[in-house]
Nanobody, 122 residues
Framework: QVRLVETGGGLVHTGGSLRLSCAAS????????MGWFRQAPGKEREFVAA????????HYADYLKGRFTCSRDNAKNTVYLQMNSLKPDDTAVYYC???????????????WGQGTQVTVSS
C-alpha cells in the first residue's frame, strides 16, 4: 500500500518561505506523476502544482504567479514544494497526491497524504 507523508509546514510571516516535502513509501514514485493541492477552512481543495514522473514537466496554478516551485528526487522517493513570498491567502493544509499522469483535478488522484498545515501571518 502506498503511503505519502507531508512535512515542512508551519507558521511563517508574510514574505517568508517554506519547503514542503512529500515522502512516499510502499511503491517507487518514479513511474508516477505527483501533485500538490491545498485546502483552506471552508473552501474546496484546489490545485497548486503537478510534476511529471521524470520531473521534466511541471504545471502550476495561475494564481501562484511563479512563487512556488515543485521538484522531485526519485532516488529519495520524495517530492518537494518550495514556497516563496508567502501571503496570508496561502494559509491552508497542503496535500501531496499521486497518479499515473499529471492532472489538476483532485478527484483523479489515487493516493493522498494526510496534509501539513501552512499558516502565513500578516
Amino acid at each position: 500500500q502506498v503511503r505519502l507523508v507531508e512535512t515542512g509546514g508551519g507558521l511563517v510571516h508574510t514574505g517568508g518561505s517554506l519547503r514542503l516535502s512529500c515522502a512516499a513509501s510502499g511503491r517507487p514514485i518514479s513511474s508516477f506523476a505527483m501533485g500538490w493541492f491545498r485546502q483552506a477552512p471552508g473552501k474546496e481543495r484546489e490545485f497548486v502544482a503537478a510534476i511529471s514522473w521524470s520531473g521534466d514537466t511541471t504545471h502550476y496554478a495561475d494564481y501562484l504567479k511563479g512563487r512556488f516551485t515543485c521538484s522531485r528526487d526519485n532516488a529519495k522517493n520524495t517530492v518537494y514544494l518550495q514556497m516563496n513570498s508567502l501571503k496570508p491567502d496561502d494559509t491552508a493544509v497542503y496535500y501531496c497526491a499521486m497518479r499515473t499522469t499529471m492532472s489538476t483535478t483532485p478527484a483523479s488522484y489515487t493516493f493522498w497524504g494526510q496534509g501539513t498545515q501552512v499558516t502565513v501571518s500578516s
